[in-house]
């Protein structure tokens, strides 16, 4: 098992540079309005069929319980819609005396003000093995939130404002998140016997779909005019958003392993793809509407689709690792509880003879 466990992490490794590498090479075929219509094949039929799939992975007990875990879900909300963008906030305040475009900054602020996503968090909390049924609420539940937040958050931050079809974009959400996990764990009623039986391969279909969205954002990324700026900058913003991706990932990590959080292994590995990952998905259409008729939209735009794939990448890399943490966290707990178990009931403890001399 392990070794079949490593030969599928490497594929996958092997996965994500064929479809950045393909991406490079021919970005018009997974671009919006391509051959592959990513509009309509990731946007709604991936999104679509990821939570379909975690609806019928997911057991029913396990999403009834992590829909009570108020704590988990306050923590990721206000981490993702109010810490995030407070903090890029000041960070951009020391950034404002650097010689980087002024409009590009304004972007990276936007990246701050977006609510996670419906798709990736997900994928790669399953992945690792992480509290899947919370990373499924929390993506679902803030992107709803951010239809409302994320525009408030803009106006607050950069001063722009304009109306926002709410219904369009809920009805969306609606159709490809919340309609699809129901059907999922209505068919799983169905035919539990036969899942427990066969154990499907979930994880590699997640991951296969995983790669399609890596493929089509990277054919995005390429094929956008607007990235063609100089190179010092687009290098800048690229280490910039390394870092701001990796902090915000160890911080939220220090966060939810701190003593008594309350929070487990499992609940960390959620907290930490949740509470750092924004979307290009609900993000680009709202800059749109946002900053409608804007001379500078392409600029504004630049990071945050920089940021879609970055994260994607860097969440896919850590996997491996984030994994074998959150193993070596679970097998601690059980480790005390045998010896606990064992302190209180002494009938269990071997008593080896103390050899003695005779004298």
Not at 187 to 195: A, M
Not at 344 to 359: A, C, G, Q, S, T
Request: hydrophobic share 50%.
């Amino acid at each position: 098992m392990r070794l079949l466990e490593r030969m599928r992490k490497e594929w996958f490794m092997i996965g994500i540079v064929l479809a950045i590498a393909g991406a490079k090479l021919e970005p018009s075929i997974g671009v919006n309005g391509g051959p592959l219509k990513p509009e309509i094949t990731v946007s709604y039929i991936a999104v679509a069929t990821i939570f379909f799939n975690s609806g019928l992975s997911l057991k029913t007990e396990e999403l009834t319980s992590a829909l009570v875990h108020i704590k988990l879900h306050l923590f990721i909300q206000i981490f993702t819609l109010a810490f995030f963008p407070a903090t890029i906030w000041l960070f951009l305040q020391l950034l404002s005396i650097t010689p980087i475009n002024e409009w590009l900054l304004k972007g990276l602020q936007t990246v701050g003000c977006m609510p996670p996503p419906v798709s990736s968090a997900v994928i790669l909390t399953k992945a690792v093995g992480g509290n899947e049924a919370a990373a499924i609420f929390n993506s679902a539940f803030g992107s709803f939130l951010g239809i409302v937040i994320t525009p408030l958050l803009l106006l607050l931050f950069l001063g722009s404002s304009s109306s926002v079809p709410f219904t369009s974009i809920f009805s969306q959400l609606f159709m490809t998140v919340v309609v699809p996990l129901i059907i999922g764990q209505i068919v799983r009623r169905y035919i539990k016997d036969w899942l427990e039986r066969k154990k499907p391969p979930f994880g590699a279909i997640s991951s296969s779909v995983l790669l399609m969205i890596i493929y089509t954002t990277f054919c995005d990324t390429f094929s956008n005019p607007n990235i063609d700026l100089d190179k010092f900058s687009l290098i800048l913003i690229l280490f910039i958003i390394f870092s701001i991706q990796l902090s915000f990932m160890l911080l939220t990590f220090l966060f939810s392993t701190r003593n008594n959080s309350g929070f487990t292994p499992a609940d960390t590995v959620a907290i930490i793809f949740c509470s750092t990952h924004k979307s290009l998905t609900l993000g680009i259409p709202m800059l749109k509407i946002v900053f409608a008729g804007h001379e500078h939209l392409s600029l504004i735009s630049v990071p945050l689709l920089i940021y879609h794939p970055v994260q994607i990448l860097l969440g896919s890399v850590l996997v491996p690792t984030i994994k074998s943490w959150m193993v070596s966290r679970q097998k601690k707990p059980l480790q005390t509880r045998e010896v606990l178990a064992t302190l209180n009931n002494p009938e269990r403890v071997e008593y080896l003879p103390i050899p003695f001399d005779h004298k």
